[in-house]
Structures are given as C-alpha cells and as structure tokens.
C-alpha cells in the first residue's frame, strides 16, 4: 500500500522552475487525500499567469506515475496568487495582494499602452486585475477604454473603481472637469490625489494593481514608492529610450529608494513584416537587454511596433481584446507571465526574509 509519505516524497522531486524549490515545500500540494492507493489532491499554483504551469502539471504527474500501486489519481490545479507585498503593516489596502508600478524614463514610450494591455493579459489568466491611472497631469487610460467620465462613484467615504470587463479601473480622467486643472496642481496636491485613489479606494479583491505612473521621477513615482509597500516597478523603454539613458534615472530612483525592480519591458522593440513575418529591429537591437544586464533586473519581454495598437487605442478598443491573437497581443501575454513569474518569485523571497526575522537566534535547536 501506498503511503503518505512515499507521495509527499516524490511530489519533493518537482521544483517549481521559477522558484527554484520543490513544490511540497512551496505549500503548493493541498487537500490531499489517500484511501485505500486512490490519491487525491489539489496543486495550487503560485499565480494563473504562471509560465511553467503546464511542465509543472507533467511533472507532477510523472513522478505521480512512478508509484505503480496507485490505482486511482485525481488532481485539481488552481492558483491562488502569493502576496508579494507585506500585508501586515498596511491594513488600508489588504485587498490588494500585489502592486506593481509602471514607470519610465519620459513619456511617449508607451507606458500607458503597456500598463493597460499587462492589466488585460493578466486578467485573460484568471487573475483579478486593477489599473490605477495616476498620470494625474496627463490621465490617458479612460479614453484608452473608451469610456466617458462619471464611471466612478463615492460610496461610505471609499471609491468605488470603474468596471471595464471586470476590470477595476480608477483614473484622474473620470472626473472631467477636475482633470483640466491638474496642471496648476502642485506637488502635496497630486500626491494627495494619488494617496486617496490608493487607500480610499474600495478595491475588491485584487491579485495584482497594476499603477500606471507618470514618465520620469517627480512626486507622483515618489509618493507611491513612499505610502504603502508595493511589490516593485515595472520598467518600460524603447529602443531609443536606452540610448539616451532616460531610463535609467528612474531605475536608480526606485533602487535608492529599495522599491524592487520587477524587470523591463520593451515597447516598440521591432517591427514585424506582415508579408514575411520577419522582425525588424529598426531602432537598433538589444536595448533593454543592456539596460537588464547593466542593472541585473529581469528582461520581460519586447512589444512590436503595431499601428493596430496606436489605433486601438484612440478608438477606445485595447488590442488584447480586438485582435487577442496577434503578434502584440502574444507578446503582452508573454510579459503578463512573465511579470506574474516574477511577483511570485519576490513574494516567495519575501517571505523567506519574514521568516527568518521570526525566527529567534536563541530558539532552541531540535537536533
Ligand atoms: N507598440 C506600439 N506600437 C504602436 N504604437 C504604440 C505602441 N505603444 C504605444 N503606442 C502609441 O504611442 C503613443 C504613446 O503611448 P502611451 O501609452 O500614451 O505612452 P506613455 O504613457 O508612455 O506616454 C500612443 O499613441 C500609443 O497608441
Ligand atoms: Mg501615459
């Protein structure tokens, strides 16, 4: 007969590639059941955008399949997305398990378009997604969704995000006349806007907060970086971008203020032929990975020069949901998993350094 212990043993033998552990450990085995060599269980993964979900599910299941007197196995998988902020000190947006800031060096580059289109690729995994537009001077996201002002409402003194397919959106611009003056607001004005659409916002239940920053390093990237623990910053350039070094003022920024880099994404990084399906790198080849080597911060992913997504996006109809099978759309999916991989992997080391600020030195040893 088979025994808990020889399941548990070979489940140790699958690492999550990413986490670089192995998947007992991790907490990713739930609900297991074994009666009489039939074997039940559910594999948790760390997010549904997981990039290696699919090679972990096999390899669950051949090291499953090395114990031959099993006669029945039956395997649910589910995520549930790790908290890759610290929770405890921040009770104001406990809903909220991971923030993710999109900044860059100027504008132009396309932080909007990128933070908009991660925000539906992770929603597309199964993800409960939000998108905070808090370029307050320059509010862009609501006329991205195509939707007018007076989608957000006050509610109890909390509000209440905009609905977009489920996607919970808050944004300077759906205050219309408000957001014509942002431009005589200074600095403790917009940064107390920016703290009143984090905290006091109603955010049910979110995976990950997607805040689409301003360019550049001023009081908004500031205060956010300053007002609750975010899980890190979400790099945006373009191959041109790298060679003015623009970016990278605003990487030291956030590493001076030791807010975790999550990676980089190029925007705009070629151009792909339509007749013969070839990329172009017409701007020059390679950027953000030098930017990546030079900074150690991981290279997520390269968004081609598309016209589709600059007129999507002034229609109002984002290219994830219009044309979800093209080459920009594959790309922005590719980076959402690869975003997600990475919010685990600093939510796992997170809680490695909790754990061993708990543990206390004099703490009797068992052996
Ligand atoms: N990959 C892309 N291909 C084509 N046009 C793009 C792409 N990314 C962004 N754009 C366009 O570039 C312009 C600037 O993008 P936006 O997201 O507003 O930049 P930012 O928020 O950095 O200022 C917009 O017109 C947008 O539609
Ligand atoms: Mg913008």
Redesign the pocket.
């Known amino acids: 007969m088979v025994g808990v212990d020889q399941v548990l043993e070979k489940l140790s033998t699958v690492i999550d590639p990413d986490l670089k552990k192995d998947i007992v450990s991790m907490g990713m085995i739930k609900d297991l059941e074994l009666n009489d060599n039939n074997l039940k269980f559910t594999l948790e993964l760390t997010t549904p955008a997981c990039p290696f979900n699919v090679e972990i599910e096999d390899d669950v299941r051949k090291a499953i399949g090395e114990l031959k007197e099993l006669k029945n196995f039956d395997m649910k998988v589910t995520a549930k997305v790790m908290e890759g902020r610290s929770l405890d000190a921040d009770t104001s947006m406990a809903t909220v398990k991971n923030i993710i800031g999109v900044a ?1 060096g ?11 289109n991660l925000a539906l690729a992770l929603q597309q995994t199964g993800a409960k997604v939000g998108l905070l537009d808090a ?1 307050i001077y ?1 509010p ?1 996201i609501p006329l ?1 969704l195509g939707m007018k002002s007076g989608h957000m409402e006050v509610e109890d003194n909390k509000l209440q995000p905009a609905k977009y397919n489920g996607l919970q959106v808050v944004s300077f611009g759906f205050f219309a006349e408000q957001s014509h003056q942002a431009a005589i607001y200074r600095g403790p004005i917009i940064s107390g806007i920016l703290k009143q659409f984090l905290v006091d916002t109603n955010w049910s239940d979110l995976d990950y907060l997607i805040v ?1 920053l301003p ?1 550049g390093t001023g009081d908004i990237p500031l205060t956010l970086a300053q007002t609750i623990p975010i899980t890190g910053i979400l790099v ?1 350039t373009t191959p041109q971008d790298v060679a003015s070094n623009v970016a990278v003022k605003a990487i030291s920024m956030f590493e001076k203020l030791n807010v975790p880099i999550i990676g980089v994404v190029e ?3 070629h151009f792909i032929c339509p007749s013969c399906n070839d990329k172009h790198y017409i701007f020059g080849d390679g950027g953000a990975q030098k930017i990546s080597e030079q900074f150690k911060i991981p290279f997520l992913g390269e ?12 229609l109002g109809k984002p290219i994830m949901i219009t044309s979800p099978d093209s080459p ?1 759309a594959i790309a922005f999916r590719t980076s959402a998993k690869n975003i997600a991989a990475q919010c685990s992997i600093l939510a796992a080391k997170m809680q490695d350094e909790m754990k061993s600020a708990e543990t206390p030195e004099d703490t009797p040893k068992t052996n």
Request: proline share 6%; glycine share 18%.
């Open positions: 860059s100027k504008g132009g580059v396309g932080k909007s378009t990128v933070s908009l370029d320059g862009s991205m689409d360019p945006v925007n705009m990084s968004i081609p020069l598309n016209s589709g997504i600059m007129s999507g996006s002034d920009s």
